[in-house]
Nanobody, 120 residues
């Protein structure tokens, strides 16, 4: 079994910053991709950013130059530094990871979600 545990959400004023963390634990051979999605009320879940084991990173256009994703491979942890937050960033943020538990088995896992609220 693999679990993803998120932390770091909260309430912040526009222009402020927050840092999200997500730690994966359990039967992990390798974390192939780790990332963050978000879902605002009435909207579909969307990709915010993800980072591959190679170090390659990709961001949604709406967060480029404001958010930075990073990872600590030794700790199976991914971080999302969010700067210059805007009210439209308000959403539940979900950690996502593709994890290999054996040489031939890989699955996608989700965290429980953490609320980020940006006031204007």
């Amino acid at each position: 079994q693999v679990q993803l545990v998120e932390s770091g959400g909260g309430l912040v004023q526009a222009g402020g910053s927050l840092r999200l963390s997500c730690a994966a634990s359990g039967n992990i051979l390798r974390t192939n991709v780790m990332g963050w999605y978000r879902q605002a009320p009435g909207n579909e879940r969307e990709l915010v950013a993800h980072i591959f084991s190679s170090g390659y990173r990709d961001y949604a256009d709406s967060v480029k130059d404001r958010f930075t994703i990073s990872r600590d491979a030794a700790k199976n942890t991914v971080y999302l530094q969010m700067n210059n937050l805007k009210p439209e960033d308000t959403a539940v943020y979900y950690c996502n990871a593709e994890i290999s538990t054996t040489i031939v088995r890989r699955n996608t896992y989700w965290g429980q979600g953490t609320q980020v609220t940006v006031s204007s």
